[in-house]
């Protein structure tokens, strides 16, 4: 049966002319005629366009030779693999599409790296995501999330100053592609890193009418509020920083022994890098040095060996290929990378901090203001969900608590009602302030400085954690609460809680905003709702009204609720 659609990688590459000659010189010449490549210009809906097939033969699988030793029996299978890529120009964008074998002809190089990123976090559902590929600055480490089913943003735990996403894979929020006009109502999904792998149009007009719809949305898409985060982290540009950096680079490589640089396999060699079982290093020589893994030890003594100044250009120049086999012959090649990519540098230069990660530098730190910034903000909703009464002067917190639950009809008070510290039994623990009917916990504190509201952060943590981690919280807890509602109130025996709202009023300030937030509590705010976030805790931040007529007075009150939430 015909389909309109397959799924496809693409690639926008960057530094090519939109001509048939310019495209033709992206590929190896070398390569090609070692394939037998066929080269065509095929005539699509009025575009240049450049098409390359071939086939990949061995005589022999790599395995015969060394199963025949083991056995003692001589058998001899031949391995046929295909090679398609196809380059065409849209508006003056050039795009690869390789086919099994054929994006492995187009130089790494040559590749946006941020390009499938970039469509995805302005057209994917933050809520659906089924999977993510981050690396944190300064680990060495590559850090991969699956979520068949979906799942929101926060309980991936991508979200941090020092974590640059690579890659994101969900289901797209309503794009006007060629899928979505034969999918009726079915849910598209899109992988995007370096490339974008998505189901695109087969037709000739409708291919290209999809390149332009990505190429739109990249370009004059704003992100989704809970992914534009991915975009805050960007290269260094400064070009004197830039050269200060290399330079500081390069006197690194001439030293010995270096423990600040280290190896990380690039995001785009994750699956090959698993199924090689060779790796061939070159480097300022012919040569190339056969090993089971990527050597550090090697290309670092070759890099040293190097004249000052051309130590960083051998790293860019020399490459490393992942093979399958020893003979390493080009059908058993897996890939092919530039040798500085593998390595993960810190340089300092003052008191700021830099992170070289696959060929880009990163500052440390360079987000974090910002970050915590638009993680606060995000905490406090215009307008808030709730509204709570103001707190009238004098008025204690435990006062102020019942008031609440008083006059609030299906709310209960937990204000001092603590449960049992399973870590000390002499040891109590504060769940919450308030229950609300739809098992929100609410937190109340009124705060004169940071601390007061360090302690009520903690305590939401601690209060969500120890109902997530100990039967006997959670057991006590529910008790409690039938008990002090006089049954009206069950609450499975399993409870977890699924939000949390912190609400505060700070002396002094007329509302809560993250300006009037103090500066080490916007700290520790972002950091513990990014804590329950990612234990699948929503939180939200809200203010308290304070009021200058005593407390005695008790003055009736309205409180108005967002549509969708209980009362």
Same mark, same amino acid.
């Given at each position: 049966?015909?389909?309109?659609? /397959?799924?496809?990688?693409?690639?926008?590459?960057?530094?090519?002319?939109?001509?048939?000659?310019?495209?033709?010189?992206?590929?190896?010449?070398?390569?090609?005629?070692?394939?037998?490549?066929?080269?065509?210009?095929?005539?699509?809906?009025?575009?240049?366009?450049?098409?390359?097939?071939?086939?990949?033969?061995?005589?022999?699988? =790599?395995?015969?030779?060394?199963?025949?030793?083991?056995?003692? #029996?001589? +058998?001899?299978?031949?391995?046929?693999?295909?090679?398609?890529?196809?380059?065409?120009?849209?508006?003056?964008?050039?795009?690869?599409?390789?086919?099994?074998?054929?994006?492995?002809?187009?130089?790494?190089?040559?590749?946006?790296?941020?390009?499938?990123?970039?469509?995805?976090?302005?057209?994917?559902?933050?809520?659906? #995501?089924?999977?993510?590929?981050?690396?944190?600055?300064?680990?060495?480490?590559?850090?991969?999330?699956?979520?068949?089913? %979906?799942?929101?943003?926060?309980?991936?735990?991508?979200?941090?100053?020092?974590?640059?996403?690579?890659?994101?894979? %969900?289901?797209?929020?309503?794009?006007?592609?060629?899928?979505?006009?034969?999918?009726?109502?079915? @849910?598209?999904?899109?992988?995007?890193?370096?490339?974008?792998?998505? $189901?695109?149009?087969?037709?000739?007009?409708?291919?290209?009418?999809?390149?332009?719809?990505?190429?739109?949305?990249?370009?004059?898409?704003?992100?989704?509020?809970?992914?534009?985060?991915?975009?805050?982290?960007?290269?260094?540009?400064?070009?004197?920083?830039?050269?200060?950096?290399?330079?500081?680079?390069?006197?690194?490589?001439?030293?010995?022994?270096?423990?600040?640089?280290?190896?990380?396999? =690039?995001?785009?060699?994750?699956?090959?890098?698993?199924?090689?079982?060779?790796?061939?290093?070159?480097?300022?020589?012919?040569?190339?040095?056969?090993?089971?893994?990527?050597?550090?030890?090697?290309?670092?003594?070759?890099?040293?060996?190097?004249?000052? %100044?051309?130590?960083?250009?051998?790293?860019?120049? %020399?490459?490393?290929?992942?093979?399958?086999? *020893?003979?390493?012959?080009?059908?058993?090649?897996?890939?092919?990378?530039?040798?500085?990519?593998?390595? /993960?540098?810190? +340089?300092?230069?003052?008191?700021?901090?830099?992170?070289?990660?696959?060929?880009?530098?990163?500052?440390? &730190?360079?987000?974090?203001?910002?970050?915590? *910034? @638009?993680?606060?903000? @995000?905490?406090?909703? !215009?307008?808030?969900?709730?509204?709570?009464?103001?707190?009238?002067?004098?008025?204690?917190?435990?006062?102020?608590?019942?008031?609440?639950?008083?006059?609030?009809?299906?709310?209960?008070?937990?204000?001092?009602?603590? +449960?049992?510290?399973?870590?000390?039994?002499?040891?109590?623990?504060?769940?919450?302030?308030?229950?609300?009917?739809?098992?929100?916990?609410?937190?109340?504190?009124? $705060?004169?400085?940071?601390?007061?509201?360090?302690?009520?952060?903690?305590?939401?943590?601690?209060?969500?954690?120890?109902?997530?981690?100990? $039967?006997?919280?959670?057991?006590?807890?529910?008790?409690?609460?039938?008990?002090?509602?006089?049954?009206?109130?069950?609450?499975?025996?399993?409870?977890?809680?699924?939000?949390?709202?912190? $609400?505060?009023?700070?002396?002094?300030?007329?509302?809560?905003?993250?300006? !009037?937030?103090?500066?080490?509590?916007?700290?520790?705010?972002?950091?513990?709702?990014?804590?329950?976030?990612?234990?699948? +805790?929503?939180?939200?931040?809200? &203010?308290?009204?304070?009021?200058?007529?005593?407390?005695?007075?008790?003055?009736?009150?309205?409180?108005?609720?967002?549509? &969708?939430?209980?009362?």
């Amino acid at each position: 049966m015909t389909t309109n659609t /397959e799924v496809r990688t693409i690639y926008r590459l960057s530094g090519v002319a939109p001509t048939p000659e310019a495209m033709l010189d992206v590929f190896d010449a070398e390569s090609l005629d070692r394939h037998g490549a066929d080269v065509h210009f095929p005539d699509l809906a009025g575009v240049p366009a450049v098409y390359v097939t071939c086939g990949m033969e061995s005589e022999e699988a =790599p395995w015969c030779a060394p199963m025949a030793r083991t056995t003692g #029996i001589e +058998v001899t299978e031949s391995v046929r693999r295909t090679a398609a890529v196809l380059l065409l120009a849209v508006d003056g964008e050039v795009y690869g599409i390789g086919c099994d074998q054929g994006y492995r002809l187009i130089p790494d190089h040559l590749k946006d790296k941020r390009f499938g990123l970039s469509f995805v976090i302005r057209q994917m559902d933050p809520a659906m #995501i089924r999977g993510a590929v981050s690396k944190s600055l300064g680990q060495a480490r590559t850090d991969i999330s699956l979520t068949p089913g %979906g799942a929101p943003v926060p309980l991936l735990g991508i979200r941090d100053h020092s974590r640059i996403v690579r890659s994101l894979g %969900g289901y797209l929020d309503g794009v006007p592609l060629t899928r979505s006009r034969y999918a009726r109502g079915k @849910a598209v999904s899109a992988q995007g890193g370096s490339g974008l792998k998505l $189901a695109l149009g087969v037709e000739p007009g409708e291919l290209v009418s999809d390149l332009r719809t990505i190429a739109a949305i990249c370009r004059e898409g704003i992100p989704h509020q809970e992914l534009e985060f991915v975009d805050r982290i960007v290269p260094v540009g400064d070009p004197s920083t830039l050269a200060t950096l290399e330079r500081a680079m390069d006197d690194r490589l001439g030293m010995r022994g270096d423990a600040r640089i280290a190896v990380s396999v =690039p995001v785009d060699l994750h699956e090959v890098y698993a199924e090689a079982t060779v790796c061939l290093t070159r480097i300022n020589s012919d040569d190339a040095r056969h090993a089971d893994d990527f050597d550090l030890g090697y290309v670092l003594e070759r890099a040293r060996l190097a004249p000052a %100044g051309q130590r960083l250009p051998a790293l860019r120049e %020399g490459t490393v290929t992942l093979a399958r086999d *020893r003979r390493s012959k080009a059908f058993h090649t897996l890939a092919v990378t530039d040798a500085l990519s593998w390595l /993960e540098v810190e +340089v300092s230069l003052g008191p700021r901090r830099f992170f070289l990660l696959e060929g880009e530098w990163y500052e440390a &730190g360079a987000a974090y203001v910002g970050e915590c *910034r @638009a993680a606060v903000t @995000a905490l406090l909703p !215009s307008p808030p969900s709730i509204t709570l009464p103001v707190w009238h002067n004098g008025e204690s917190e435990n006062a102020y608590n019942n008031r609440v639950a008083d006059e609030r009809p299906g709310w209960l008070c937990l204000d001092t009602k603590n +449960v049992t510290n399973p870590l000390r039994r002499t040891d109590q623990v504060e769940i919450c302030d308030l229950l609300m009917p739809d098992d929100t916990l609410v937190l109340v504190k009124r $705060a004169g400085g940071s601390g007061s509201l360090s302690h009520l952060f903690s305590q939401a943590r601690v209060a969500v954690e120890l109902l997530q981690e100990s $039967a006997q919280v959670r057991e006590n807890f529910t008790a409690k609460v039938a008990r002090l509602s006089g049954g009206k109130r069950v609450l499975p025996k399993d409870f977890t809680p699924t939000r949390v709202v912190l $609400a505060m009023q700070l002396r002094n300030r007329e509302q809560l905003t993250p300006d !009037s937030i103090f500066g080490f509590s916007q700290i520790t705010l972002a950091q513990t709702a990014k804590a329950l976030a990612a234990r699948g +805790v929503a939180v939200e931040a809200m &203010g308290i009204a304070e009021s200058d007529r005593e407390a005695h007075s008790r003055p009736s009150w309205s409180v108005e609720t967002a549509v &969708g939430v209980p009362a």
